[in-house]
Nanobody, 124 residues
């Protein structure tokens, strides 16, 4: 059974940093893209960042560009999201996703596997 387990969320003050991790088990994703999404209360789940199998040419939502960095360690079947200069509007549940149904990062329907999410709360 495939599982994606996120960790690293928590409460942080505005301007602070957090590093999220997502460990996959049940199969290897070393040949697949992996990504991060987030969902704030009463809002739809939105794309944050994605990375292809090689780690080259990562993609970011405009709202996090320059502040967040996605990376991966294929040997550990893990994807990371380094979040710096956090803002209150970054508050959300952050979800890890893996493997694409079709070649598009942004739509949630493009992704096959999802984690359960980790809460990130940024206080002002």
């Amino acid at each position: 059974q495939v599982q994606l387990v996120e960790s690293g969320g928590g409460l942080v003050q505005a301007g602070g940093s957090l590093r999220l991790s997502c460990v996959a088990s049940g199969r290897t994703f070393s040949s697949d893209p992996m990504g991060w999404f987030r969902q704030a209360p009463e809002k739809e789940r939105e794309f944050v960042a994605a990375i292809d199998w090689s780690g080259a040419d990562p993609a970011y939502a405009d709202s996090v560009k320059g502040r967040f960095t996605i990376s991966r360690d294929n040997a550990k079947n893990t994807v990371y999201l380094q979040m710096n200069s956090l803002k209150p509007e970054d508050t959300a549940v952050y979800y890890c996703a893996a493997r694409l149904n079709y070649r598009a990062y942004v739509p949630t329907t493009a992704w096959v596997y999802w984690g359960q999410g980790t809460q990130v709360t940024v206080s002002s």
